[in-house]
């Protein structure tokens, strides 16, 4: 009996003695930490884009008819004024015939108006003869002279017929001009939506027959920018940008153009910010998503540390410091951006300690700073466990980085 009762208490003092030391653990507080560095902070816009031709040209058709012949095909490239397709002509080629038979027949009135005209003036001059010597009465000259003035209408009447029948002709003329399509531009074919034997309506509207990118190794980017950072774009800022088809490859660019119209979808308002990109090698083609960073800012070889440490303020209690007195009431707020009076805490002495620095310009995940503060030191991030809220000494415990 004494022996079990003895066993009993050893054990009752090891399971204590073990929740006793578990709660000290519990309790323990750490403190994170990070390291003020030195290197060079990007600060960029990210957005989405599709890349494009810089000139891009639908060629269409002004005239109706069945495709005769396609001279071009995907991919092909182009001079500017090659033949590229044809339209069968031969109900406009009609139409032209008819036309310069019409002019030949009212030249044909022209002259004939002309000779009339000069019958006329005869006549008159006769009748003005006879009229002097008191052989005729003076009605019969008054009706020649009416069919002299007369036939000259007429021959002005010939003679405008005879400009409207050469104007349908050369209207005519152009219009079978127009069953020859040509290129407009020199560049490549990158699309084509018609075959040898369909039929294009262009009553109505043109309709498009190829697409011609002018030159591909010439692009651009056409970026959707949020309101909220098209204040930070400017034209001439460097571009990064990737695409899906090259994962691993980065390419550059610049900014050619902030578009002042806007766009909303969603309640999201978004701007076109144009990035113009050499392409030598060929490797983007038009159509492709690009995943853009615009640099707005760039800073090289200054102090940087982690935003979390910019955002850390210990509490009041872990600093001996009444809640409500003046040296604690900075603690609880502080400016932020560019340019603004923040603070970094230091742990020197087993105390907690805080250096005024100056913010410059961030990443989101790092922060530019100037001020007092050196390379190399070792700032807090955070403080975890409960004496963090309970006013218990944090020090004399390990740190975490």
């Known amino acids: 009996m004494k022996k079990f009762i003895l066993s009993f208490l050893v054990v009752s003092l090891v399971a204590g003695g073990f929740w006793l030391f578990r709660g000290d653990k519990e309790n323990e507080m750490s403190i ?30 002004q ?20 033949l590229i397709a044809e339209i069968d002509p031969d109900l406009l080629e009609a139409n032209v015939r008819k036309a310069r038979a019409d002019v030949l027949a009212a030249k044909a009135n ?20 006879l009229l002097e010597r008191d052989l005729i009465s003076k009605s019969e000259y008054d009706s020649a002279q009416t069919g002299y003035e007369t036939a000259i209408a007429r021959l002005s009447a010939a003679r405008a017929n005879l400009a409207q029948v050469e104007a349908d002709l050369k209207y005519k003329e152009i219009t079978l001009g127009y069953t020859k399509i040509t290129s407009p531009i020199e560049g490549v074919v990158i699309d084509r939506a018609v075959d040898e034997g369909q039929t294009v309506n262009a009553s109505q509207s043109a309709p498009t027959l190829f697409t011609i990118a002018e030159d591909l190794t010439q692009m651009q980017v ?30 550059e660019g610049k900014v050619e153009e902030v578009r002042l119209a806007p766009s909303t979808s969603e309640n999201v308002v978004t701007y076109t910010v144009i990035v113009n990109v050499e392409n030598p090698d060929l490797m983007l083609m038009p159509g492709m998503t690009a995943n853009v960073s615009v640099i707005s800012e760039k800073r090289e070889n200054i102090l940087k540390v982690s935003s979390a440490a910019l955002r850390f303020t210990p509490d009041p209690g872990l600093l001996d410091l009444p809640e409500g007195s003046a040296d604690a009431a900075p603690f609880r707020g502080r400016k932020s951006g ?18 005024p620095v100056k913010t410059g310009v961030s990443d989101g995940m790092y922060t530019e700073v ?13 403080v975890s466990g409960s004496s963090s809220s309970s006013g218990g000494n944090p020090f004399g415990f390990g740190r975490r980085r």
Do not use: C, M
Request: glycine share 8%.
């Open 32 to 61: 994170d930490t990070t390291i003020v560095t030195r290197g060079d902070l990007v600060k960029a816009v990210s957005a989405t884009g599709t890349l494009e031709a810089v000139n891009t040209v639908n060629v269409g058709t």
């Open 222 to 251: 056409e970026a959707d920018i949020d309101e909220a950072d098209i204040g930070q774009i400017r034209i001439g800022q460097e571009v990064d940008f990737t695409v899906d088809a090259y994962p691993d490859a980065s390419f």
């Open 63 to 82: 005239v109706s008819g069945t495709i005769k012949k396609v001279h071009v095909d995907y991919n092909s490239r182009v001079r500017k004024g090659q």
């Open 370 to 382: 100037s001020g007092d503060i050196r390379e190399n030191s070792e700032v807090v991030t955070g």
């Open 338 to 355: 560019s340019g603004a009076i923040s603070s970094l805490w230091v742990v020197r002495d087993g105390k907690f300690e805080k250096i």
């Open 110 to 129: 022209v002259q004939e108006a002309q000779a009339t005209v000069n019958d006329a003036k005869r006549t008159r001059d006769r009748t003005r003869e």
